[in-house]
């Protein structure tokens, strides 16, 4: 029953930061990680969609091999808001990005759970 809206999206130069913003309503963040993962996809024109980051609750976090180091995937209780902190962007980086509340136990594939509509990223100088 959980809503999801991103927000945050917007044009940057490459190097730069972004902080994504996926805000919860119908459901405490808390409970869902109970039996739930929380994570970032994104979308690139003609491409895959794309598992950017992930958390869940023992295992932590965990990102795909092209944004270790640059993204940080948090959670805010108090605002019950995840967040996605990107740093060092890249053109490759432009893509809509979603937020979703999926089951733990989840392929990365797939349209588990609860999905946000979407902000879109764009990389350029």
């Known amino acids: 029953q959980v809503q999801l809206v991103e927000s945050g999206g917007g044009l940057v130069q490459p190097g730069g930061p972004l902080r994504l913003s996926c805000a919860a309503s119908g459901s405490i963040l808390s409970t869902i990680l109970s039996l739930n993962a929380m994570c970032w996809y994104r979308q690139a024109p003609g491409k895959q969609r794309e598992l950017v980051a992930r958390i869940s609750r023992g295992v932590g976090t965990n990102y795909a091999d092209s944004v270790k180091g640059r993204f940080t995937i948090s959670i805010d209780n108090a605002k019950n808001t995840m967040y996605l902190q990107m740093s060092s962007l890249k053109p490759d980086d432009t893509a809509v990005y979603y937020c979703?509340?999926?089951?733990?136990?989840?392929?990365?594939?797939?349209?588990?759970?609860?999905w946000g509509q979407g902000t879109q990223v764009t990389v350029s100088s």
């Open positions: 979703n509340a999926r089951p733990a136990y989840a392929p990365p594939s797939g349209d588990s759970g609860s």
